[in-house]
């Protein structure tokens, strides 16, 4: 099921201008996130000994879209944009909002190039794939929530032998509580030591 809490991007192109040739990416919560960030064209930040932080999550995205479709899009479209980040999901509190960002940085990226007509199923699990550039080996729950989820439905996902969504109808009057207790875990800085170990812990009981 997806939350009412949201992670929106709007995407603004302009000429790109030395010396911000690349990417602008900005958070409107000025007091958490007070940089104004850059990505670049011609490098990445999905390096091993590059800062775990939230712009990672944008940038696999962009990764994410260059892939899917190299070689029919115009890449120069993208040199100059600017995005401007806004959320009410709780960051680092388990609730998704890693894979939230991710999804609205790729429709961004998708929209930017002439992409914008892209089908939700082939988005979810293009998220689904680039998410795990960051470096977390991440399921794919999450991004398909987010990019398939319908008012007051639960959704059955399978991925094998393809990613399949199945919207579930929630009973009348029924009432979901989600809380947050406020304790932050940043799964992509302890991803080696916490959160990739837990995923290969239960692969391995059910195998």
Partial sequence: MALEDYTAMIAVGKPPSPPHNGIKVLNLDRAKFP??????LTSSTLTSDAPHDWIRYVDCALQGVRRQFSGIIDEEKL???????????????????????????????????????IRKATLAALCVECERLVGTAGGGMDQTVSCLAEPRKALLIEFEPGLK????????GIVMVVADCGVISKKVVSATTHFNRRVVECLSLIH
Avoid: M, Q, Y
């Fill in 35 to 40: 940089e104004i960030r850059v990505l670049s």
């Fill in 79 to 117: 040199n100059g944009l600017v995005l401007v980040v806004h959320g009410t999901v709780p960051p680092a509190a388990g609730l998704s909002s890693s894979s939230a960002l991710v999804v609205a940085a790729a429709l961004a990226f998708c929209w930017s190039v002439g992409k914008g007509d």
């Fill in 165 to 172: 969504a199945t919207a579930v109808p929630l009973p009348p």
